[in-house]
C-alpha cells in the first residue's frame, strides 16, 4: 500500500471510530472536515507518526470525556497551530469556545500536558 493510500486508509477509518465513539455536535462533522484537519496537523507538523498518534489520543480523549465532535474539531484545531507555532501555551490563546470559557483551566491544563510521540 502506497504512503498516500496507507494516510486514506487510516483517516477512514479514524472517522469511522469518532462515528461510532464520538456524540455528534451542533454542526456536521462531514469525512471531508475531518480529513481536511487531519491533512492540516500533517502539514503543520510534517511528522505522520505524530500526526496519526494525535489524533488518536484526541479520539480517544473526546470519547473518555465524553464530549462531542465540536470538542474534536476544536482540539485538532488546537493541535495543528500548536504544531505550526511551536508554542502550546502560547496557542492556547489563539481559540476561545464557549466550551472553553466554562472548562478554562481544565482544558489548558490537558492541552499543555496533552503530548503525542515525537
Do not use: H
Not at 477512514?12 to 451542533?26: A, D, F, N, P, W
Not at 465540536?70 to 490563546?93: H, V, W
Request: proline fraction near 3%; hydrophobic fraction near 30%; charge should be neutral.
Amino acid at each position: 500500500m502506497s504512503n498516500t493510500n496507507s494516510i486514506l486508509y487510516f483517516v477512514s477509518q479514524s472517522y469511522r471510530q469518532v462515528q461510532l465513539s464520538v456524540e455528534k455536535g451542533t454542526d456536521p462533522y462531514a469525512y471531508s472536515d475531518f480529513n481536511r484537519q487531519f491533512q492540516e496537523l500533517l502539514e503543520a507538523s510534517g511528522d505522520e507518526e505524530y500526526t496519526r498518534n494525535m489524533t488518536i489520543l484526541l479520539v480517544e480523549e473526546t470519547a473518555r470525556l465524553k464530549q462531542s465532535t465540536d470538542y474534536l474539531r476544536q482540539e485538532l484545531a488546537f493541535e495543528a497551530k500548536s504544531s505550526a507555532t511551536g508554542n502550546r501555551p502560547k496557542s492556547s490563546e489563539f481559540v476561545t469556545t464557549d466550551f472553553e470559557a466554562t472548562s478554562r483551566p481544565d482544558l489548558s491544563t490537558r492541552r499543555i500536558q496533552r503530548r503525542g510521540t515525537r
